[in-house]
């Protein structure tokens, strides 16, 4: 029984590589056609495309990286480089980076980063990867014209980092499996909403850290929803 639902959490995981990298192809075959065609003549134009580009091979890239991640983990060859980190900076790295490739979106940020924030000692590669995997579900869930929230902050022997929407284009259900493997969003729409596999993979690594991936609930017409995600900052003095 556990083989069959090795070979089905296998199948399942092929067809959703195989949908996104045909996905990517066919947005970087148009993209290259309307450069052919002319477009590259348009600086504007040229910038948003070549920008278009780099986004979705970006975004196969992390799919690839959560596989990856995914299957040391069920083997137990997962390793964890642990360091000191500073969170302000690489905070502010990843939110300026995502705000300049997703600025055709019109999505607005409010960003609320203390200059205090203390050091934890982690895997930073893989805090990196999980924060981008929030980053990506949060914009990809998000409505045109939403306010995103990116905010950290001290809760006793804890730092909190909380990624939050306040038009989440999910239901309210979503939020109680959105870190289940391969969960999919029942999101407005035309298409479903894949949500599991880089949620599903952050948590297992916090957890290993001994943290906690948390989902934030919205509430109200105009409620923010979302993720936290919880490192314990005894790890920095245990690892100083």
Not at 25 to 39: H, K, P, V, W, Y
Not at 89 to 118: G, M, Y
Not at 120 to 138: H, I, S
Not at 193 to 198: F, I, N, P
Request: charged share 30%.
């Amino acid at each position: 029984m556990k083989d069959d639902q090795q070979m089905d959490l296998d199948e399942q995981l092929l067809i959703r590589l195989v949908h996104k990298t045909g996905r990517t192809s066919g947005a970087l075959r148009s993209a290259t056609q309307a450069l052919l065609n002319g477009a590259d003549e348009e600086p504007a134009s040229r910038r948003e495309l070549l920008r278009e580009m780099e986004r979705e091979l970006i975004e196969l890239q992390r799919v690839l990286d959560n596989v990856i991640q995914l299957k040391a983990i069920e083997r137990g060859t997962v390793s964890l480089d642990r360091r000191v980190v500073l969170p302000g900076p690489l905070l502010r790295r990843l939110i300026d980076r995502w705000q300049q490739s997703h600025a055709d979106r019109e999505l607005a940020w409010r960003v609320d980063l203390p200059d205090a924030l203390p050091c934890v000692v982690v895997d930073e590669d893989k805090l990196e990867q999980g924060l981008n995997n929030l980053l990506a579900n949060t914009v990809r869930q998000a409505r045109p014209g939403s306010h995103l929230g990116l905010a950290a902050s001290m809760d006793g022997e804890w730092l909190v980092i909380r990624l939050t929407c306040n038009q989440p284009a999910f239901g309210q259900d979503d939020y109680d499996h959105a870190a289940d493997l391969l969960h999919t969003a029942d999101a407005e729409g035309r298409f479903p909403r894949s949500m599991g596999l880089g949620l599903y993979v952050t948590r297992l690594w916090i957890r290993e850290e001994g943290g906690e991936l948390e989902a934030i609930r919205p509430s109200g017409a105009d409620g923010w929803g979302g993720f936290a995600l919880r490192l314990p900052l005894r790890a920095a003095s245990a690892g100083s």
